[in-house]
């Protein structure tokens, strides 16, 4: 092969500049059209960004969110990036990165799988052409251009290359430091900790017992390499195990369900979808977002498919298909040595993805261990993609090798006609749309590039002639690829739909002005005013957490149990009908409501038009349209409050039932039956409690105040005050003046990992009025600190302690 490519280091330095200018093609059409990546990777990875970003600078640490749910543990959640070290380095450099600064941290990661890939394809003896092709497919194929958004999916995607590429040269050489690099790639791919990396990982883990099992003496092989297992067994656990536990005890603390086979199948892959494999806007994937397409989706096919257009996109390349249908199936090269694994690899994707549509994801559903935990099965293409791409790169080196295969009509016929009949299906399916016209001409459109493409390999007869067609063959698909998928509908907006996140500009500069401005003149002592943004569209969703306003939603799936049962802000409040008010919270007016402090609200309508604020006459209106409305809420409860009375009930259990206890006054507190309470205070709750038994019973004749000892009427009495010295998102300072002993309560999601000081001594930390952070503070002057500490080796154990279903 070398003869054929000249120098096999000419060649790779070859590849390795082809496959950075086709990154930098198709990362110019987002650049040089002022586009971005939209929806998710704005309304909530973008935001977190910032939030990590901005907590790094302000010498907080990023691992409690305060702007997200009026609290939210980002150390434990998989989308906060916290945990990714491309993210985290830049945010350490800059405090404000902007939109294009972080589409390129994405974007780079696919160029460092890309870049990874040539190499691999190097030392398996690929000529140039077929590393190109696979590295681009790789980079542009299918759903990774479809999914764009999904930042942690195209991160942890981005760098399996790498990972494979390391893990290689590790046991093939047997070298420490190539392995401890494995390692740490192959961590940043697990703590992506969703489906796609969980897949990515199983799927490294089948590579490397390849490796071993391949030899000609196995067992040989394995022992002397035994301490490089070691070696990246101890160091991956070692990375691993904080994230994850801390992970583990947000899934436990968290809103999550449990998914079900019939919910989790909802999200297959329509089998129609494989005419995308061979032309790309059969379905109509490539169209306007304003137009839509016409494939299988929540439109076409309601109360089935959870999936759309970015989710079943499968094109990569005309070549790509014609070289898998031609050379690689009908060919039967497939299933030659070193390219087997890849096509189970496919396969196996494919039958994932399908979900309800073959047996194999519900037996992986019911028996492998993590697959229960995510829903969409539609994730298995990512596999797919990944398998094509180094199936590509083989293909190209066979057909440089060896020319054209020799057909198995036994296998070309009968696919042939699969091929023509999914393609009939693919416009009969875009009929019921009215489009079956547009998708006939999308197959009439690409029918002949294939042509001329088989036209091309077939004529040459020498081995230098195939490298020279195949080089240009991949050209055109390269450029077919950047041009198609890079860009596209599926994962470009123009950046003016977001640019407010970066730097707000008329109407939205007006907005947060005056958000800030209020909320900042509202501020006090003991008063930290809070809001809810309702209806303003997607990119408002997590603009709070941009500019530093402490919100009570946001938009985010994982939130913490409690608080979203009894609080129920929704996770895309994007229109104010994903705003619910359950029985614990009827609306802003309500014990809950005011406990939280939300003071201020933002509508994209008049408040009288929302059935659940209507009935409020004293609310200010800060500002009256035409595109947002924001109005001030009386009567928010105070930050910090001291209560001298104490009931003590099972806050589980009002969580449970979707109860949230009235109020009786500023002076009594709920904690929590779990708690631990001082001797003092659990001897005068039960004298509470007997008092208020008594007063009950001599009520019925009349003499209940009668009957009210002098102890209870001392609890009761004005218990001092508390105001607050020093806050950031990670720990809040409170100086508190008792005028007896009594109960501290911090208006703010009580979690695990938080812990309290009063007077520079450890104190128990009791969960107050069901939700919220207290502590007791005795009688006189007491400074009490509240600080999240996440890293604990107290925390860890506890977070452990619930993996392993021990109790404390």
């Known amino acids: 092969m070398s003869r054929l490519s000249g120098s096999p280091r000419a060649g790779l330095f070859v590849a390795l500049a082809a496959v950075s200018a086709i990154w930098t093609a198709a990362w110019m059409q987002w650049w040089l059209n002022d586009l971005v990546v939209p929806w998710d990777s704005k309304n909530q990875f973008y ?11 302000s010498g907080a640490t990023p691992f409690w969110n305060a702007y997200h749910y009026a609290g939210h543990p980002s150390i434990a959640d998989p989308q906060s990036l916290i945990f990714q070290p491309p993210f985290l380095i830049w945010a350490w450099f800059d405090a404000e990165p902007t939109m294009f600064a972080f589409d390129f941290i994405v974007y780079a990661h696919l160029l460092v799988g890309g870049l990874a890939l040539v190499v691999h394809g190097h030392r398996l003896g690929w000529p140039a052409a077929g590393s190109v092709l696979a590295a681009t497919i790789f980079m542009l194929g299918g759903v990774v251009s479809g999914r764009m958004n999904h930042v942690g999916i195209i991160t942890a995607f981005g760098l399996f290359p790498l990972a494979l590429l390391l893990l290689d040269i590790a046991l093939g050489r047997r070298s420490i430091l190539a392995a401890i690099g494995f390692t740490v790639v192959a961590v940043v791919i697990a703590l992506g900790r969703t489906q796609t990396p969980m897949l990515l990982c199983v799927l490294l883990a089948v590579m490397a017992i390849r490796q071993v099992v391949t030899q000609p003496d196995p067992w040989r092989f394995f022992l002397g390499r035994l301490h490089l297992f070691v070696l990246m067994a101890i160091l991956g656990a070692a990375l691993m195990a904080v994230p994850l536990l801390l992970t583990a005890q947000f899934a436990a603390f968290s809103n999550r369900p449990g998914i079900d086979l019939a919910y989790a199948l909802t999200s297959s892959w329509y089998p129609v979808n494989f005419a995308n494999f061979i032309a790309p806007d059969v379905l109509g994937s490539l169209q306007p977002s304003a137009t839509g397409d016409w494939g299988p989706s929540h439109g076409t096919r309601p109360g089935i498919d959870s999936t759309d257009r970015a989710f079943n996109y499968l094109f990569a390349g005309s070549l790509t298909a014609l070289l898998v249908l031609w050379h690689g199936l009908a060919g039967g090269r497939l299933v030659a040595s070193g390219r087997r694994v890849f096509a189970a690899i496919a396969l196996i994707g494919l039958c994932y993805a399908l979900g309800r549509y073959t047996p194999l994801f519900p037996l992986l559903f019911q028996y492998a261990p993590g ?74 459109k690409v029918a002949p590039i294939y042509v001329a493409l088989a036209v091309l390999l077939a004529w040459p007869k020498t081995p230098r002639l195939r490298l020279a067609a195949a080089s240009l063959a991949v050209a055109f698909t390269a450029g077919e690829l950047v041009l198609r998928n890079a860009a596209s509908s599926m994962n470009a907006e123009p950046r003016a739909n977001y640019a407010f996140l970066e730097k707000p500009a008329g109407r939205d500069a007006q907005i947060i002005a005056t958000l800030t401005r209020e909320m900042k003149r509202h501020s006090s002592a003991a008063t930290r005013p809070r809001v809810e943004i309702v209806g303003l569209g997607g990119p408002w969703q997590n603009a709070a957490m941009v500019y530093g306003l402490e919100a009570t939603n946001g938009y985010n799936p994982l939130r913490i149990g409690a608080y979203d049962r009894l609080v129920a802000p929704g996770e895309s409040p994007y229109t104010v009908f994903h705003r619910r008010f359950p029985t614990s919270f009827p609306g802003y007016s309500c014990d809950l409501g005011k406990l939280l402090g939300i003071e201020y609200i933002v509508l994209d309508r008049p408040i009288e038009l929302m059935p659940h604020l209507a009935q409020w006459s004293s609310v200010e209106t800060i500002m009256a ?35 949230f206890p009235p109020s009786n006054g500023t002076s009594e507190v709920m904690i929590d039956d779990d708690d631990d309470l001082s001797p003092a205070r659990t001897a005068a709750v039960a004298a509470a409690a007997a008092s208020a038994q008594s007063a009950t019973t001599a009520g019925r004749d009349g003499r209940s105040a009668a009957m009210l000892s002098a102890a209870v009427q001392a609890l009761i009495r004005s218990p001092g005050k508390a105001e607050i010295t020093a806050w950031r998102p990670d720990r809040v300072e409170i100086a508190v003046d008792a005028r007896v002993s009594t109960v501290l309560s911090l208006h703010e999601p009580w979690y695990p990992g938080w812990e309290v000081e009063v007077n520079g001594e450890r104190k128990p930390l009791l969960r107050s009025d069901i939700l919220f952070r207290g502590v007791e503070v005795p009688a006189g002057a007491s400074r009490v600190i509240f600080t999240y500490r996440p890293l604990s080796l107290e925390n860890l154990k506890s977070a452990l302690d619930g993996v392993l279903g021990r109790d404390g």
């Open 625 to 659: 349209g035409p595109t947002a409305w924001i109005y001030r809420l009386p009567d928010a409860a105070p930050r910090v409050a001291l209560a001298s009375v104490v009931r003590v009930a099972d806050a589980d259990a009002f969580v449970d039932a979707g109860q």
């Open 371 to 444: 697959v229960s935990q995510f829903r969409r099965p539609v994730g298995g293409l990512f596999l797919v993609v990944l398998a094509l791409a180094y199936l590509s790169g083989f293909l190209v080196a066979d057909y440089v090798r060896n020319g054209l295969p020799r057909l198995n009509r036994l296998v070309a016929v009968p696919l042939a006609l699969v091929v023509v009949t999914v393609l009939a299906w693919a416009v009969h399916f875009s009929s019921f749309s009215g489009k079956g016209w547009d998708s006939a001409l999308a197959i009439a």
């Open 47 to 57: 935001a977190f960004f910032r939030f990590l970003a901005s907590s790094l600078h």
